[in-house]
């Protein structure tokens, strides 16, 4: 029988780590943008809610939830900066509104 060189414990398993953690996170980001747009799209077009009213509780939601979550510096900068493109979005919902 082959005699093995493994010893139990003495595996480097940083690389596995690094993977694992960057996939919870990932999962984390990719989750809470999803609930973000699909509770924006649910308040501001299926139930008919004001836009903004309906952006601004999407925003307290996704920077409560980054707070609670400690997501950091880089998801508040990345909630910003969804916003400012829904904010664009509807201007040019708006724009185009004016001309039908």
């Not at 960057?22 to 809470?32: Q, R």
């Not at 924006?40 to 409560?64: D, E, H, K, Q």
Request: proline share 0%.
């Amino acid at each position: 029988m082959a005699t093995s060189e493994y010893h139990h414990g003495d595996m480097d398993i940083e690389a596995q780590e690094a993977t694992w953690h960057g996939f919870i996170v990932g999962s984390t980001w990719g989750g809470l943008i999803t609930v973000l747009s699909v509770g924006y799209a649910v308040l501001a077009i299926a139930i008919g809610m004001n836009w903004m009213i309906s952006l601004g509780l999407m925003a307290a939601l996704g920077l409560a939830a980054g707070l609670f979550l400690n997501m950091g510096g880089r998801w508040i900068a990345t909630l910003v900066l969804l916003v400012i493109l829904a904010l664009v979005i509807q201007g040019f919902i708006g724009l185009f509104g004016l001309l039908l």
